[in-house]
């Protein structure tokens, strides 16, 4: 009588014990699960975002180069003097001026919290852009992207460089050659939230 109930003690203690873990191996792939899609969600926040910097850097760009030209053309038509021109003072716009005007200024769009973003991912969840800091003397842009699903949250902060002018040489009228180093991000990684 006592070995049946030991063995039926053994059988009833291996049975939870494989509940249990079966029970813990299902938390651990469904955080895990969870964790993943958050880190996507996180990614996905800073694609869109550097793809809206990207269209306000061009379009900071555009009109700097815009402005440029015609102040080059303007210039030389005003230094001329039968074939030779006169230099005078070359005071050409400012690409830093522009990126202030159009991007720096705009941040505040940028930073945001969108809900429930994906029909697919049926948990709630979001993602959020936080501006961390801009310099100006540096030409960064700080920011942290937050992925949120079924609480599990992940936090990826990158810094991006704003365009540059980069004098390249000079032209056959001895005017500055340029060249505008496009946007770009300097700095990637995962964090913890604060």
Request: aromatic share 10%; proline share 3%.
């Amino acid at each position: 009588m006592i070995t049946v109930i030991m063995i039926i003690s053994v059988v009833l203690l291996l049975a939870l014990s494989m509940v249990t873990v079966s029970t813990n191996h299902y938390q651990m792939v469904h955080s895990s699960s969870s964790g993943i899609k958050a880190y996507y969600l996180a990614e996905s926040a800073i694609d869109i975002t550097t793809y809206e910097l990207l269209i306000m850097s061009e379009q900071a760009i555009f009109y700097f180069l815009t402005d440029l030209q015609s102040y080059k053309i303007q210039y030389i038509l005003e230094g001329e003097e039968g074939d030779t021109i006169l230099l005078k003072d070359y005071h050409p716009p400012i690409l830093e001026n522009y990126l202030e005007d159009k991007v720096v200024d705009h941040l505040s769009i940028i930073e945001r919290r969108i809900t429930q973003p994906f029909e697919e991912y049926h948990a709630s969840h979001y993602y959020e852009i936080l501006i961390e800091g801009v310099s100006l003397s540096t030409n960064h842009i700080q920011m942290m992207g937050i992925g949120s699903y079924d609480e599990a949250r992940r936090f990826i902060k990158f810094v991006v460089q704003l365009p540059e002018v980069i004098e390249v040489g000079v032209d056959a009228l001895g005017l500055p050659e340029i060249e505008v180093v496009p946007l770009r991000v300097v700095s990637y990684y995962q964090t913890f939230g604060e």
